[in-house]
């Protein structure tokens, strides 16, 4: 059994040397904090795929900017028909071609403006020219003017571009935060991996001892049997913390894209001096700056603004038409042409045009709809922002909590460290038996992993303040343009 035992341990560390002498072959990067987050926001797919939607809605603004070009309208006709002749009481056939050319234009206040020229040949007992410039203007006086009602499209689209953005923001505060967090887990891991390695190597030596003692006889031989086999233990959690090391790895390298097989040295050690913030200052900062917010209120103005043109849709529907124009006719198309130019015959018209659904049920109840939903969006507002000033206490207060429990995991290290040189002591006399010892060297271990995680939870903390507060963004270094997403769109047309 002592030879199984002695061949467990023998294949335990040559697992452990086996680990460290891959890890030492393969390429090492050496990772600080911030260039994890540059690495991120640059390379991170999920974000690359998010950005697309800015991208999207600029080209939905474009597209409706598009009611502003001119329109350009060309034809050409050419007909016959049959009139009886008032003389001769026959039929005559009539031949007449028509060409037309006109341009139009719509402005911000809802009016559009037309010019078109027509130009004309009849044949029936007589052939003639026959050549009109006409100007035309439609302009709605009450249902549909104005900037605000002509551009809804546009304005609705630009709110919708600002929502994308602060979604990007989001998932992009989202990504850093994941980001610090695993590189404070990988650090997390390592430094317990190093805790492991000295607890085995603690073990090693306790059972070295042992074996001088036993061969001198001062020592029962049966205590042997507790050395050996806190060694494998410890060994084997030494396996499973290189384990765990790796494992966390290979998230940072896919998640920053980092070579295959790569060893990750970490360059940043974690803050440990006190955070302190004041709780009125964290909260004013949090409304201005959380992005959810922000993408609410883009859609309480949206919602704003549908509600006030679905109010001028309740109105008639009483619209100015004007024309103004001249024309000419003559055997010759030149002559034609120049009776034209010289507005001999001018025409001119004006008049309005009265339309009003009776009830008009449609328009007053989508505007009944729309302010619905504009309370509604409110409504939701105050909702989240109930919630950010909750989180805010919350993470003011955790923060406050874990920078306490380092002191306390400090001195927590501090007496179990004094424990185990007492116990050494008295084991070196007779005093204590080996598992005392490993009990007390157990109670070290698990007193230097608590304080490893309060200094990582405590380092959380701060960034989860830091992302409730909606400033992580500036803290780290990382801007949002609300020209972010254009070159993807530029790189389209």
Same mark, same amino acid.
């Given at each position: ?61 474009? &597209? ?35 060409? *037309?050319?006109?341009?139009?234009? @719509? ?41 605000? /009602? ?18 990007? %923001? ?5 990504? $850093? ?24 190597? @603690?073990?090693? &030596?306790?059972? !070295?001892?042992?074996?001088? =003692?036993?061969?001198?006889? #001062? ?6 049997? *507790? ?6 233990? %410890?060994?084997?959690?030494? $396996? ?16 920053? !894209? ?43 103005? $949206? ?56 009830? /008009? ?7 009944? =709809? ?53 116990? !050494? ?19 070290? #271990? ?33 801007? #949002? ?13």
């Amino acid at each position: 059994m002592k030879r199984t035992r002695n061949t467990a341990v023998a294949c335990a560390l040559t697992l452990v040397l086996g680990t460290a002498v891959t890890a030492s072959a393969q390429p090492t990067v050496s990772l600080k904090l911030q260039d994890a987050i540059t690495m991120a926001f640059e390379k991170n797919l999920d974000l690359k795929v998010e950005l697309y939607n800015p991208a999207m809605a600029e080209a939905d603004t474009r &597209r409706n900017l598009g009611i502003y070009d001119p329109l350009l309208t060309l034809g050409a006709n050419y007909q016959r028909s049959n009139s009886t002749n008032t003389l001769t009481f026959r039929p005559q056939a009539i031949d007449q071609v028509t060409a *037309n050319a006109g341009v139009s234009q @719509l402005l911000p206040t809802g009016t559009l403006l037309g010019a078109t020229v027509t130009s004309g040949w009849v044949n029936n007992s007589t052939r003639y020219y026959s050549t009109a410039l006409d100007l035309t203007l439609q302009q709605p006086l009450l249902k549909g003017f104005g900037r605000e /009602n002509t551009e809804l499209a546009i304005n609705v689209s630009r709110f919708t571009k600002s929502e994308t953005l602060n979604a990007f %923001r989001t998932r992009l505060s989202d990504t $850093i935060v994941q980001v610090r967090n695993d590189y404070f887990k990988l650090y997390n891991l390592r430094e317990i991996l190093e805790v492991r390695k000295t607890s085995l190597a @603690l073990a090693q &030596r306790i059972l !070295q001892d042992d074996r001088g =003692r036993v061969k001198a006889g #001062v020592l029962p031989a049966y205590e042997l049997l *507790n050395s050996e086999f806190q060694v494998a233990t %410890r060994e084997k959690e030494v $396996i499973d913390a290189e384990r765990a090391v790796r494992d966390q790895m290979d998230v940072l390298r896919v998640e920053l !894209q980092l070579p295959e097989g790569s060893e990750i040295v970490l360059a940043d050690e974690p803050f440990r001096s006190d955070y302190t913030v004041a709780e009125d200052q964290a909260l004013a900062r949090a409304m201005a700056s959380r992005p959810e917010l922000a993408t609410q209120r883009d859609v309480i103005r $949206i919602n704003d603004l549908q509600q006030r043109v679905a109010k001028n849709q309740t109105l008639p529907d009483l619209t100015l038409n004007a024309t103004v124009g001249t024309g000419g006719f003559d055997r010759g198309f030149m002559s034609g042409l120049e009776k034209t130019a010289t507005i001999d015959e001018p025409t001119w018209g004006v008049g309005v045009q009265f339309t009003y659904p009776l009830g /008009n049920r449609a328009a007053t109840n989508d505007y009944i =709809r729309k302010k619905l939903a504009l309370e509604q969006s409110r409504t939701q507002l105050e909702n989240l922002e109930s919630g950010v000033n909750r989180d805010v206490k919350a993470a003011i207060r955790l923060v406050a909590a874990n920078f306490k429990q380092l002191e306390v995991t400090a001195r927590g290290k501090a007496y179990a460290e004094d424990r185990l040189r007492a116990f !050494q002591k008295r084991h070196d006399v007779g005093l204590a038996t080996t598992k005392d010892v490993f009990d007390v060297e157990n109670d070290l #271990v698990a007193a230097k992993g608590s304080q490893i995680q309060a200094l990582v939870d405590y380092n959380n903390a701060i960034t989860q303040l830091w992302r409730v507060t909606g400033e992580i963004l500036e803290r780290e270094g990382v801007q #949002v343009s609300e020209t972010q997403a254009d070159p993807l769109y530029e790189k389209m047309k």
